[in-house]
Antibody, heavy 114, light 107 residues
Framework: EVQLVESGGGLVQPGGSLRLSCAAS????????MSWIRQAPGKGLEWISL???????YYADSVKGRFTISRDNYKNTLYLQMNSLRPEDTAVYYC????????WGQGTLVNVSS | DIQMTQSPSSLSASVGDRVTITCRAS??????LNWYQQKPGKAPTILIH???NLQSGVPSRFSGSGSGTDFTLTIRNLQPEDSATYYC?????????FGQGTRVEVK
Protein backbone atom coordinates (compact mmCIF):
# COMPACT_ATOMS: atom_id res chain seq x y z
CA GLU A 1 0.00 0.00 0.00
CA VAL A 2 1.32 3.41 -0.97
CA GLN A 3 1.66 5.78 1.96
CA LEU A 4 3.21 9.22 2.47
CA VAL A 5 3.75 10.68 5.92
CA GLU A 6 4.92 14.26 6.36
CA SER A 7 6.61 15.62 9.46
CA GLY A 8 8.68 18.59 10.57
CA GLY A 9 6.11 21.37 10.60
CA GLY A 10 5.65 23.77 13.48
CA LEU A 11 5.86 27.35 14.63
CA VAL A 12 8.87 29.33 13.40
CA GLN A 13 9.76 33.01 13.49
CA PRO A 14 10.08 35.04 10.30
CA GLY A 15 13.52 34.56 8.83
CA GLY A 16 13.83 31.11 10.38
CA SER A 17 14.26 27.68 8.82
CA LEU A 18 12.49 24.34 8.88
CA ARG A 19 13.04 21.02 7.15
CA LEU A 20 10.00 18.99 6.21
CA SER A 21 10.21 15.25 5.68
CA CYS A 22 7.94 12.97 3.68
CA ALA A 23 8.48 9.29 4.44
CA ALA A 24 7.25 7.03 1.68
CA SER A 25 6.25 3.37 1.75
CA UNK A 26 4.84 1.03 -0.86
CA UNK A 27 6.91 2.51 -3.68
CA UNK A 28 10.39 3.87 -4.36
CA UNK A 29 10.77 7.65 -4.17
CA UNK A 30 13.83 7.67 -6.43
CA UNK A 31 11.94 5.87 -9.21
CA UNK A 32 9.17 8.44 -9.29
CA UNK A 33 8.99 12.15 -9.46
CA MET A 34 7.59 13.90 -6.41
CA SER A 35 6.07 17.28 -5.62
CA TRP A 36 5.43 19.53 -2.65
CA ILE A 37 2.18 21.48 -2.62
CA ARG A 38 0.96 23.91 0.02
CA GLN A 39 -2.35 25.36 1.10
CA ALA A 40 -2.59 28.56 3.10
CA PRO A 41 -5.43 28.68 5.65
CA GLY A 42 -8.76 28.96 3.85
CA LYS A 43 -7.06 29.21 0.46
CA GLY A 44 -6.50 27.04 -2.59
CA LEU A 45 -3.66 24.75 -3.58
CA GLU A 46 -0.25 26.04 -4.63
CA TRP A 47 2.37 23.76 -6.19
CA ILE A 48 5.82 24.75 -4.95
CA SER A 49 8.44 22.20 -5.97
CA LEU A 50 9.17 19.06 -7.98
CA UNK A 51 12.03 16.61 -8.17
CA UNK A 52 12.34 14.24 -11.11
CA UNK A 53 13.66 10.70 -10.81
CA UNK A 54 16.84 11.86 -12.54
CA UNK A 55 17.32 14.53 -9.90
CA UNK A 56 16.26 17.67 -11.78
CA UNK A 57 14.39 20.11 -9.58
CA TYR A 58 11.88 22.87 -10.21
CA TYR A 59 10.42 25.57 -7.99
CA ALA A 60 7.62 28.09 -7.97
CA ASP A 61 8.84 31.67 -8.15
CA SER A 62 7.39 32.29 -4.69
CA VAL A 63 9.95 29.95 -3.07
CA LYS A 64 12.84 29.90 -5.55
CA GLY A 65 16.15 30.60 -3.84
CA ARG A 66 14.70 29.94 -0.37
CA PHE A 67 13.42 26.36 -0.53
CA THR A 68 15.30 23.23 -1.60
CA ILE A 69 13.76 19.88 -2.48
CA SER A 70 15.84 16.73 -2.04
CA ARG A 71 15.52 13.04 -1.29
CA ASP A 72 17.33 10.29 0.56
CA ASN A 73 17.14 7.11 -1.51
CA TYR A 74 18.20 4.88 1.39
CA LYS A 75 15.55 6.27 3.70
CA ASN A 76 13.01 6.47 0.86
CA THR A 77 12.22 9.96 2.07
CA LEU A 78 11.58 13.30 0.38
CA TYR A 79 12.60 16.59 2.01
CA LEU A 80 11.85 20.27 1.73
CA GLN A 81 14.41 22.59 3.30
CA MET A 82 12.78 25.96 3.90
CA ASN A 83 14.96 28.98 4.68
CA SER A 84 14.23 32.68 5.11
CA LEU A 85 10.64 31.89 6.01
CA ARG A 86 8.01 34.60 5.69
CA PRO A 87 4.54 34.94 7.23
CA GLU A 88 3.06 34.26 3.79
CA ASP A 89 4.67 30.80 3.86
CA THR A 90 2.19 29.81 6.58
CA ALA A 91 0.32 26.82 5.18
CA VAL A 92 -0.29 23.11 5.33
CA TYR A 93 2.44 21.46 3.29
CA TYR A 94 1.71 18.26 1.40
CA CYS A 95 4.01 15.90 -0.45
CA UNK A 96 2.53 13.98 -3.36
CA UNK A 97 3.61 11.33 -5.81
CA UNK A 98 3.70 12.10 -9.47
CA UNK A 99 2.57 11.81 -12.14
CA UNK A 100 -0.77 13.44 -11.58
CA UNK A 101 -0.34 13.66 -7.81
CA UNK A 102 -1.96 10.29 -7.35
CA UNK A 103 -1.05 9.90 -3.67
CA TRP A 104 -0.81 12.66 -1.06
CA GLY A 105 0.38 12.74 2.51
CA GLN A 106 -1.81 14.01 5.32
CA GLY A 107 -0.02 17.36 5.43
CA THR A 108 2.06 19.18 8.02
CA LEU A 109 1.30 22.70 9.25
CA VAL A 110 3.95 25.39 9.05
CA ASN A 111 3.17 28.58 10.98
CA VAL A 112 5.53 31.50 10.42
CA SER A 113 4.82 34.05 13.09
CA SER A 114 6.60 36.17 15.68
CA ASP B 1 2.97 30.70 -16.00
CA ILE B 2 -0.24 29.04 -17.21
CA GLN B 3 -3.30 30.43 -15.46
CA MET B 4 -6.15 28.05 -14.68
CA THR B 5 -9.61 29.54 -14.27
CA GLN B 6 -12.45 27.49 -12.84
CA SER B 7 -16.13 28.29 -12.89
CA PRO B 8 -18.31 28.54 -10.99
CA SER B 9 -16.50 29.27 -7.72
CA SER B 10 -19.32 27.58 -5.85
CA LEU B 11 -22.58 25.81 -6.54
CA SER B 12 -25.41 24.15 -4.72
CA ALA B 13 -27.28 21.19 -6.18
CA SER B 14 -29.61 18.45 -5.07
CA VAL B 15 -29.02 14.76 -4.69
CA GLY B 16 -29.37 13.11 -8.09
CA ASP B 17 -28.53 16.25 -10.07
CA ARG B 18 -25.93 16.54 -12.80
CA VAL B 19 -23.22 19.09 -12.07
CA THR B 20 -20.65 20.57 -14.44
CA ILE B 21 -17.48 22.44 -13.48
CA THR B 22 -15.37 24.09 -16.14
CA CYS B 23 -11.68 24.85 -16.20
CA ARG B 24 -9.97 27.09 -18.73
CA ALA B 25 -6.23 27.32 -19.30
CA SER B 26 -4.55 30.53 -20.44
CA UNK B 27 -2.75 28.57 -23.17
CA UNK B 28 -2.97 25.10 -24.59
CA UNK B 29 -2.14 22.26 -22.21
CA UNK B 30 -3.11 19.51 -24.69
CA UNK B 31 -4.68 16.90 -22.38
CA UNK B 32 -2.49 17.41 -19.28
CA LEU B 33 -5.39 18.30 -17.02
CA ASN B 34 -6.16 16.63 -13.71
CA TRP B 35 -9.08 16.97 -11.29
CA TYR B 36 -8.93 16.65 -7.50
CA GLN B 37 -11.50 16.50 -4.73
CA GLN B 38 -10.80 17.93 -1.30
CA LYS B 39 -12.98 17.56 1.77
CA PRO B 40 -12.55 19.85 4.79
CA GLY B 41 -9.48 19.06 6.85
CA LYS B 42 -8.30 16.39 4.43
CA ALA B 43 -5.67 16.13 1.74
CA PRO B 44 -6.88 16.30 -1.85
CA THR B 45 -7.47 13.07 -3.72
CA ILE B 46 -7.21 12.61 -7.45
CA LEU B 47 -10.39 11.93 -9.39
CA ILE B 48 -9.34 12.15 -13.02
CA HIS B 49 -5.96 12.40 -14.73
CA UNK B 50 -5.04 13.51 -18.24
CA UNK B 51 -8.48 14.93 -18.94
CA UNK B 52 -10.69 11.86 -18.89
CA ASN B 53 -8.93 8.94 -17.18
CA LEU B 54 -10.83 7.96 -14.05
CA GLN B 55 -8.53 7.09 -11.16
CA SER B 56 -8.95 3.56 -9.83
CA GLY B 57 -11.64 3.43 -7.16
CA VAL B 58 -13.36 6.66 -8.16
CA PRO B 59 -17.08 6.23 -8.84
CA SER B 60 -18.09 6.22 -12.49
CA ARG B 61 -20.49 9.12 -11.93
CA PHE B 62 -17.41 11.34 -12.26
CA SER B 63 -16.20 12.06 -15.78
CA GLY B 64 -13.91 14.51 -17.52
CA SER B 65 -13.66 15.90 -21.02
CA GLY B 66 -11.99 18.61 -23.05
CA SER B 67 -8.74 19.40 -24.81
CA GLY B 68 -6.45 22.30 -25.52
CA THR B 69 -7.66 25.05 -23.21
CA ASP B 70 -11.19 24.09 -22.17
CA PHE B 71 -12.05 21.24 -19.84
CA THR B 72 -15.04 19.96 -17.92
CA LEU B 73 -15.65 17.84 -14.85
CA THR B 74 -19.12 16.31 -14.74
CA ILE B 75 -20.71 14.66 -11.75
CA ARG B 76 -23.82 12.67 -12.60
CA ASN B 77 -26.33 11.52 -10.00
CA LEU B 78 -24.84 13.79 -7.33
CA GLN B 79 -24.50 12.12 -3.92
CA PRO B 80 -24.22 13.65 -0.41
CA GLU B 81 -20.62 12.48 -0.13
CA ASP B 82 -19.72 14.61 -3.17
CA SER B 83 -19.86 17.76 -1.03
CA ALA B 84 -16.32 19.03 -1.39
CA THR B 85 -14.08 21.51 -3.16
CA TYR B 86 -12.88 20.50 -6.61
CA TYR B 87 -9.65 21.69 -8.20
CA CYS B 88 -8.30 21.39 -11.71
CA UNK B 89 -4.54 21.33 -12.28
CA UNK B 90 -2.34 21.47 -15.35
CA UNK B 91 0.72 19.23 -15.56
CA UNK B 92 1.74 20.32 -19.06
CA UNK B 93 4.57 22.58 -18.04
CA UNK B 94 6.29 23.75 -14.87
CA UNK B 95 5.18 25.42 -12.72
CA UNK B 96 2.16 23.21 -12.27
CA UNK B 97 -0.82 25.43 -11.57
CA PHE B 98 -4.21 24.85 -9.99
CA GLY B 99 -7.56 26.45 -10.53
CA GLN B 100 -8.94 28.42 -7.63
CA GLY B 101 -11.39 25.68 -6.71
CA THR B 102 -15.13 25.06 -6.96
CA ARG B 103 -17.04 24.43 -3.78
CA VAL B 104 -19.92 22.00 -4.28
CA GLU B 105 -22.72 21.86 -1.74
CA VAL B 106 -25.19 19.01 -1.90
CA LYS B 107 -28.61 20.09 -0.63
Amino acid sequence: EVQLVESGGGLVQPGGSLRLSCAASGFTVSSNYMSWIRQAPGKGLEWISLIYSGGSTYYADSVKGRFTISRDNYKNTLYLQMNSLRPEDTAVYYCAREPALDYWGQGTLVNVSS
Amino acid sequence: DIQMTQSPSSLSASVGDRVTITCRASQTITNYLNWYQQKPGKAPTILIHTTFNLQSGVPSRFSGSGSGTDFTLTIRNLQPEDSATYYCQQSYTSPWTFGQGTRVEVK
